[in-house]
């Protein structure tokens, strides 16, 4: 099992920016895929960012140029860096671990980003 524990969500004005932070424990496997995903009220949820443990990365549209995202191997933590943000941007935030091999997927709890007008 893998245990995601998501933090640095809150209120902020447009423009700002906050960095959300995602510890990973468990049975960790040292190749996989971490990445944050969000969902609005009455819509999916939707891919914002995810790297792999090499190093490859992918942004949602909305997300490039503004959001970057960054992992710490020997810590087994995912970020996300979102500057510039937008009341769009307003939704849950989930941080997502894809074990290597099995590709088993593992949710955390998710945390709440409200942006402000």
């Known amino acids: 099992q893998v245990q995601l524990v998501e933090s640095g969500g809150g209120l902020v004005q447009a423009g700002g920016s906050l960095r959300l932070s995602c510890a990973a424990s468990?049975?960790?496997?040292?190749?996989?895929?971490m990445g944050w995903y969000r969902q609005a009220p009455g819509e999916q949820r939707e891919l914002v960012a995810a790297?792999?443990?090499?190093?490859?990365?992918t942004y949602a549209d909305s997300a490039k140029g503004r959001f970057t995202i960054s992992r710490d191997n020997a810590k087994n933590t995912v970020y996300l860096q979102m500057n510039s943000l937008k009341p769009e941007d307003t939704a849950v935030y989930y941080c997502?671990?894809?074990?290597?091999?099995?590709?088993?997927?593992?949710w955390g709890q998710g945390t709440q980003v409200t942006v402000s007008t």
């Open positions: 997502n671990y894809i074990r290597g091999l099995t590709l088993k997927s593992y």
């Open positions: 468990g049975s960790i496997f040292s190749i996989n895929t």
């Open positions: 790297m792999h443990s090499g190093g490859s990365t």
